[in-house]
């Protein structure tokens, strides 16, 4: 079992930024893919980004593209998603999952574990 705590969510106004953060514990170890994914009111759960422990390999969406920056530090088990240039369309929760292996999937069917989600709010 992995164990998913974010953290780092608030109110902020457009162009502003923020910093996420994902706490992981359990079972934890070099060979799993770690992803954030946002859902809005009346919206579908959508893929953000996702980084692999041991290589560092990233990937983005492309609505995020350009403005987030997803990192580890692998000594403190930590995943962190940096925003900036945020807009109101960004307002979501955002959730912290995790898949074991290496490949890198923006289906959220094909992570095993989750985070309790960290609200993000953006004011225009």
């Known amino acids: 079992q992995v164990q998913l705590v974010e953290s780092g969510g608030g109110l902020v106004q457009a162009g502003g930024s923020l910093r996420l953060s994902c706490a992981a514990s359990g079972r934890t170890g070099s060979r799993y893919v770690m992803g954030w994914f946002r859902q809005a009111p009346g919206k579908e759960r959508e893929f953000v980004a996702a980084?692999?422990?041991?290589?560092?390999?990233?990937h983005y969406a492309d609505s995020v593209k350009g403005r987030f920056t997803i990192s580890r530090d692998n000594a403190k088990n930590t995943v962190y998603l940096q925003m900036h240039s945020l807009k109101p369309e960004d307002t979501a929760v955002y959730y912290c999952?995790?898949?074991?292996?290496?490949?890198?999937?923006?289906?959220?069917?094909?992570?095993?574990?989750w985070g309790q989600g960290t609200q993000v709010s953006v004011s225009s």
């Open positions: 999952a995790a898949r074991p292996g290496e490949l890198i999937s923006i289906a959220r069917s094909n992570y095993n574990y």
């Open positions: 980084i692999t422990w041991s290589r560092g390999s990233t």
